[in-house]
Antibody
Framework: EVQLVESGGGLVQPGGSLRLSCAAS????????MSWVRQAPGKGLEWVST????????SYADAVKGRFSISRDDSKNTLNLQMSSLRADDTAIYYC???????????????WGQGTLVTVSA | EIVLTQSPGTLSLSPGERATLSCRAS???????LAWYQQKPGQAPRLLIY???SRATGVPDRFSGSGSGTDFALTISRLEPEDFAVYYC?????????FGQGTKLEVK
């Protein structure tokens, strides 16, 4: 059974940093691209970042480019998102998600974690 | 950036009725990378349709997807009580990957 469990969310002051992690199990982690998608309170879904299966391809939404960094540790089956220079509009539930197709980071996301809440406030 | 516009914003229907949700793209989308998700309150999104028309594992056959180019649709043939939720389309072939703003399907 595929499981994705996010951790690391919490309350952080504007300008602060936070590191999110996603523990993956139930599939061959290093065969799949992984993404972070966020959802601000009461709002829609917003793609944040994707890393390909090898870790060599990374892409970011303009809103987070230069502030967030996605990475993966295949030895621990873990996806990470390092967030810095956080702003109030980064407040959201952050979901990690697995791509549907192996070795195709363009494919959609078939499994999602339950999300971790990040609140940026003074 | 490919902008996806979903309509209507809210759809009010009764159980047993047919629902048709629209997703229009600002430029042509590779159908292989057009997906639909369902999200219920307090839950993560659930993949329904990928490749514009293929049902994800475990998705009932009352859900179907269609379309190509810039116009896509999600149809629910006969609404069940558990189908009332918010639905999102997504294109994932280009960067940035983008979502539509969502259609809320509510009980009439």
């Amino acid at each position: 059974e595929v499981q994705l469990v996010e951790s690391g969310g919490g309350l952080v002051q504007p300008g602060g940093s936070l590191r999110l992690s996603c523990a993956a199990s139930g599939f061959t982690f290093n065969n799949y691209g992984m993404s972070w998608v966020r959802q601000a309170p009461g709002k829609g879904l917003e793609w944040v970042s994707t890393i390909n299966y090898s870790g060599e391809g990374r892409s970011y939404a303009d809103a987070v480019k230069g502030r967030f960094s996605i990475s993966r540790d295949d030895s621990k089956n873990t996806l990470n998102l390092q967030m810095s220079s956080l702003r109030a509009d980064d407040t959201a539930i952050y979901y990690c998600a697995k791509t549907l197709l192996p070795r195709d980071s363009g494919s959609c996301n078939d499994y999602w974690g339950q999300g971790t809440l990040v609140t940026v406030s003074a | 950036e490919i902008v996806l516009t979903q309509s209507p914003g809210t759809l009010s229907l009764s159980p047993g009725e047919r629902a048709t949700l629209s997703c229009r793209a600002s430029q042509s989308v590779d159908s292989r990378y057009l997906a639909w998700y369902q999200q219920k309150p307090g839950q993560a999104p659930r993949l329904l349709i990928y490749g514009a028309s293929s049902r994800a594992t475990g998705v009932p056959d009352r859900f179907s997807g269609s379309g190509s180019g810039t116009d896509f649709a999600l149809t629910i043939s006969r609404l069940e009580p558990e189908d009332f939720a918010v639905y999102y389309c997504q294109q994932s072939g280009g960067s940035p990957k983008t979502f539509g703003q969502g259609t809320k399907l509510e009980v009439k």
